[in-house]
């Protein structure tokens, strides 16, 4: 049987409220979240590493993207991007420059899916050689300048641009 996943549910001012959710199970009401983190990997030079989501995908299939996801119950935001990253990209930003630079906030009434989303930078003199992307969730990687990925974000192949693009101003 597959490990069941929860996520802590916070109230409007992104406190924890003490209550879970299933994952994906959408019944947050009005001013309930859950968080989700992203993790902008950025090189001293000015690119960044970003990933080709696999086409087996339910949503958004081959976008490219910057690793993230949903922190589970108890973990916070930090600790919940180091992971992400660390699963989806092989890399370890403990140490690296950087950390949260800002927050968004989604709400999508009467889909019962509403959520923060803490949005990081770390900045780390790393090589494609040293990135093991996790194959189940992407189908290769590269690094990118901002312009590049402004391209993609045009071309309607690039996950939350408008939200984040400020993480790509070095």
């Known amino acids: 049987m597959e490990h069941m996943e929860y996520w802590d549910i916070y109230d409007r001012d992104k406190r924890p409220t003490g209550r879970t959710m299933k994952r994906n199970d959408w019944c947050l009401g009005e001013g309930e979240y859950h968080l989700t983190v992203l993790g902008v990997l950025a090189r001293p030079d000015g690119r960044f590493l970003i990933t080709k989501r696999v086409m087996t995908k339910a949503w958004a299939p081959g976008c490219w993207e910057v690793p ?23 890399l370890d930003v403990t140490g690296w420059e950087g950390g ?19 949005v990081y930078r770390f900045v780390s003199d790393f090589s494609l050689e040293d990135v093991r992307i996790q194959e189940a969730e992407a189908d290769g990687s590269r690094l990118a300048d901002a312009g590049e990925i402004r391209e993609l974000a045009e071309r309607g192949i690039f996950l939350h641009y408008d939200s984040i ?6």
Do not use: H, W
């Open 68 to 90: 993230g996801g949903a922190a589970m119950a108890g973990e916070d935001s930090l600790t919940a991007v180091k992971r992400e990253i660390r699963e989806e990209t092989g």
């Open 165 to 170: 693009k400020k993480a790509f101003e070095l």
């Open 100 to 118: 949260c630079l800002f927050t968004y906030q989604r709400e999508n009434p009467g889909e019962g899916d509403n959520y923060f989303v803490d």
